[in-house]
């Protein structure tokens, strides 16, 4: 009986299992392959399956943005503010610039680079470097800048493109301008080239004119042909002849009205280029005890000064150069021109005066070269060829 019992529970458990297989139905292939986007399945060899690739999705890497270098002034100990184009102190305070890099280098006004006394320090920290100005003074005012520093292992070059740059003024009520040590200071007014008076003042406040000495008299500033800058000064354009001569700024500020270092302005009628020489021989092939003459000629810009200088092939054994120069104003397309000329005098040639003649330009802009070649016939090429023209003179009757 018992033997029963045991032989139908074990039927029953049988069952069960079967009956639960049953449920775990296997997924349809098909079914599978539908579902996979993008898939493309294969058969792997040897084992008759079928399997499928998962799809290749490029990535583009993103590259981390690079932190922008900015200024920040040191207001306080933990307030800082954001520092913009200019910034103004007082003189006799304290400034402390922070710039955020590692490293990163600082330029300063070249008085302060001169400064031996100790109030200027520059400190490099992990991420931010720092310059500390002590006793500032209205000999300071100028332009800072940080730059900060690409380095590859120990080898570190600015980036220049990513410099930042303020215009400090340190106010001083005593002192409109920044002070000076010279009376009087010479600058060249070269023809289209702007020249910069640089009455630099200490406070952006200040009204600033331009006088002129003699006569005495206020030169117009039209902000065309003369324009004022308060962070550079007064800047002449397009100069000319008429604006040489002794000139001053005058700045005022409340009651306060102080002249600054006289300008002796020298105008030079600078040209635009380099002259270009052009070369001419009186001929490229000369015989031994011939003359020979080779002309530099330039024709360029009036009251423009230009030096014509000779290397010929005499010039190492030191044979002497006799040239005659001459300047003359010319008519050029209805205009009037200079034409600057030099005439290299050979007398007697020689068969050493064989080779190159060069010609040398320069005036305050540069210099340009031109040259040219020039052959000598001995005397002996010259003695042989009559005779042979006679000997065929000689032969001629008999033959006919």
């Not at 065309?224 to 000319?240: A, C, L, M, Y």
């Not at 810009?301 to 104003?329: A, F």
């Amino acid at each position: 009986m018992k033997w029963r019992v045991v032989l139908f529970a074990f039927l029953v458990s049988l069952l069960i299992i079967q009956f639960g297989m049953c449920q775990k139905v296997e997924p349809d292939p098909k079914t599978k392959a539908e579902k996979r986007p993008n898939g493309k399945s294969k058969t792997v060899k040897g084992t008759g399956k079928a399997t499928s690739s998962k799809p290749k999705v490029k990535t583009t890497p993103v590259t981390p943005k690079e932190a922008q270098t900015y200024l920040t002034q040191v207001v306080n100990k933990g307030r800082f503010q954001k520092v913009g184009d200019t910034l103004t102190v007082q003189a006799g305070d304290a400034l402390e610039l922070r710039c955020k890099g590692n490293p990163v280098q600082w330029t300063v006004p070249a008085y302060l680079e001169e400064d031996d006394e100790g109030r200027l320090r520059t400190v490099q920290h992990e991420r931010y470097g720092t310059l500390i100005l002590a006793n500032a003074t209205a000999a300071d005012t100028g332009e800072y800048t940080c730059y900060p520093m690409y380095c590859e292992e120990k080898d570190c070059r600015k980036q220049y493109d990513k410099g930042v740059k303020v215009f400090i003024f340190f106010s001083d009520p005593q002192e409109l301008f920044v002070p000076s040590s010279d009376y009087y200071e010479v600058i060249q007014l070269r023809t289209n080239w702007p020249t910069v008076l640089p009455c630099q003042v200490t406070s952006p406040l200040a009204k600033v004119n331009l006088h002129r000495e003699f006569p005495p008299m206020e030169v117009n500033v039209d902000g065309q042909e003369i324009s004022f800058d308060v962070k550079k000064g007064f800047t002449i354009h397009r100069p000319k002849q008429y604006h040489a001569g002794s000139l001053y700024c005058v700045a005022s500020l409340g009651n306060l009205r102080q002249s600054s270092t006289k300008y002796m302005l020298i105008y030079v009628n600078y040209p635009a280029a380099p002259p270009s020489p052009a070369i001419q021989t009186s001929s490229d092939t000369v015989a031994v005890g011939q003359n020979l003459q080779v002309t530099c000629t330039v024709v360029g810009e009036q009251n423009v000064v230009v030096d014509l200088t000779w290397e010929y092939p005499e010039q190492k054994i030191g044979r002497p150069m006799y040239t005659q120069d001459s300047v003359q104003t010319v008519q050029v397309d209805g205009q009037n021109r200079q034409r600057t000329q030099a005439v290299l005098l050979v007398d007697e040639v020689r068969e050493v005066d064989q080779g190159t003649y060069t010609c040398t330009a320069q005036n305050l802009q540069g210099s340009r070269s031109a040259s040219t070649s020039v052959k000598v016939q001995s005397a002996r090429a010259n003695t042989t060829k009559p005779k042979r023209n006679q000997e065929a003179r000689q032969r001629s009757p008999t033959e006919t």
